[in-house]
């Protein structure tokens, strides 16, 4: 694929470097999602609006929950990013109490909740799921953990953008948005060489499908996105 120089982004050695543009690029706009673009992909995760408590996971700068806070007012929403950039402008977007609840941390070391806090999990196109291989024992334990931060009748939303005509492959990094998704992040979780790998349903459901305590409720591949339904295992319910 030629990339015409208007078209490429700074491609980043480390991923501390990356985490830094990614906080300006959140200051400065980040993406330029309409109200009426969420709401449509809202309706489609959430055939019915969603109640109780709801985390939005990786939330960037909360243009999803802000979505969510008009489709679900009855919500009680939370939010966290690895971006300090991205949770000021979500903090500044939704206003009210999202300072004590929207909080910088890395979601794919812990989530600060205690477990059995969240109705309802949205995990839209976490870093995590970038990688090639994620059916790996440390990809598997995070997807675990996070699932452990349902109730017992929660249920865990992971939405992932892939395009069937590169089902396979990575996006060139030049031509990625997103700062942090231009470097590489290499940790027991993830073996991320940089850019998004498009997966098939196969590798993306695989550490879902692994995960000791993951039950699979539905799938659908909707408008090039995986979207997948997951919830606690009977016994982990108990």
């Known amino acids: ?18 985490l830094q543009r990614t906080d300006e690029f959140y200051q400065s706009g980040g993406f330029t999602y309409t109200p009426d673009q969420v709401h449509t992909w809202l309706e489609l995760i959430f055939p019915k609006p969603p109640t109780g408590r709801v ?12 979505g ?21 402008a979500a903090i500044n977007r939704l206003g009210g109490s999202a300072s004590e609840r929207f909080l910088v941390g890395d979601s ?3 989530l600060p909740w205690p477990d059995g806090s969240f109705s309802a999990i949205l995990a ?35 939405v992932f953008a892939s ?21 590489p992040r290499l940790t027991d979780a993830v073996d991320f060489t940089g850019g998004k790998y498009h997966h098939t349903s196969e590798s993306f459901m695989a550490p879902f499908q692994s995960a ?10 909707v408008r090039k996105n995986h979207i997948l339904k997951t919830r606690l295992t009977r016994d982990a319910r108990s």
């Open 163 to 183: 395009d069937p005509l590169r089902f396979g492959s990575y996006t060139n990094p030049l031509l990625v948005k997103l700062p942090y998704n231009r470097a």
């Open 68 to 88: 969510l806070q008009r489709w679900a007012p009855d919500a009680e929403l939370f939010g966290i990013d690895i971006s300090a950039g991205a949770i000021k």
């Open 1 to 18: 694929m030629s990339v015409s120089a208007s078209e490429q982004h700074p491609v980043y050695e480390t991923a501390d470097e990356a």
């Open 55 to 66: 985390l939005d996971l990786c939330c960037g700068d909360g243009v999803w929950s802000e």
């Open 212 to 221: 000791t305590n993951v039950e699979i409720r539905d799938y659908a591949f």
């Open 124 to 158: 839209r196109g976490p870093g995590l799921y970038n990688q090639h291989q994620m059916n790996r024992p440390a990809t598997i334990a995070v997807i675990e953990h996070w699932h452990q931060k349902l109730t017992p009748s929660g249920v865990f939303y992971s």
């Open 108 to 110: 794919e070391t812990e």
